[in-house]
């Protein structure tokens, strides 16, 4: 704490990453996507919520279930990639609250009576949770493909309707779930030659200011 990681895993975590669209025969295993959610929990949420829900998607079948919501340039680095991650959110995160935020009871009530709250902190937080998940897959030295090209609609029908595994809650009274996609993220080991030249990025003065 207090130092900074060495260059050299500065370079895996963002100098040097890139997101891949094509894939080495490598397998990820079950393992891997166990470490990189036991790194990805420990980044910070509101009131230490977790909202996000990650589906691996490892299998040929559960590939197949998704195609037919992919936009259509999605379609073959999402089939190929090891691993398809559908990162999406739980908007009944809040009944969780009682044991991961146990120091203000009061906490779950205030998300329950107020649905835009609940919406707009599941949103952020899985999004930042999607984005840890790059970060921890990248210091596994795993590769990722972020996508947001394809029908949340048709991803939460699919995989998050009632009726359907919904991480262990009871969807009997939602039937339409309530858990929703906010973006994918395809795993795996990259294929660098594949790459196009790195994109720019904006520079510090016209992307930040100093106040
Ligand atoms: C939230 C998000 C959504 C993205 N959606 C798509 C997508 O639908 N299809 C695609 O090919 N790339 C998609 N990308 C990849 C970006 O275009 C890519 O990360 C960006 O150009 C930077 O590339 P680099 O990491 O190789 O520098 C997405 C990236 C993010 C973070």
């Known amino acids: 704490m207090g130092h900074p990681i060495d260059a050299a895993a500065l370079d895996t975590l963002f100098r040097e990453a890139r997101s891949y669209s094509k894939w080495q025969l490598r397998a990820v295993s079950d393992d891997t996507l166990r470490d990189l959610y036991e790194l990805l929990k420990w980044g910070p949420t509101s009131a230490n919520a977790g909202p996000a829900r990650f589906a691996f998607l490892r299998s040929k079948e559960s590939k197949e279930r998704l195609?037919?919501?992919?936009a259509p340039l999605n379609v073959e680095k999402t089939m190929t990639a090891p691993?398809?991650?559908i990162i999406a959110y739980?908007?009944?995160?809040?009944?969780?609250?009682?044991r991961l935020f146990p120091q203000n009871p009061g906490m779950a009530k205030l998300f329950?009576?107020?649905p835009e709250m609940v919406e707009t902190t599941a949103r952020r937080n899985s999004s930042l949770q999607g984005g840890y998940l790059i970060m921890a897959a990248r210091a596994l030295?795993?590769?990722c493909g972020p996508m947001s090209g394809f029908d949340h609609a048709k991803v939460d029908e699919e995989f998050f309707a009632a009726g359907k595994p919904c991480f262990g809650c009871d969807q009997e009274f939602f039937p339409e779930g309530h858990v929703k996609s906010n973006f994918l993220c395809n795993l795996g080991y990259g294929d660098p030659?594949?790459?196009h030249p790195r994109l720019p990025r904006l520079?510090?003065?016209?992307?930040?200011?100093?106040l």
Request: charged share 20%; glycine share 4%.
């Open 67 to 70: 195609r037919p919501a992919l």
């Open 83 to 85: 691993v398809t991650v």
């Open 90 to 98: 739980d908007l009944k995160f809040y009944e969780h609250l009682p």
């Open 112 to 114: 329950e009576s107020n």
């Open 141 to 143: 030295g795993l590769d």
């Open 193 to 195: 030659p594949s790459l």
């Open 203 to 210: 520079p510090f003065n016209e992307a930040c200011s100093l």
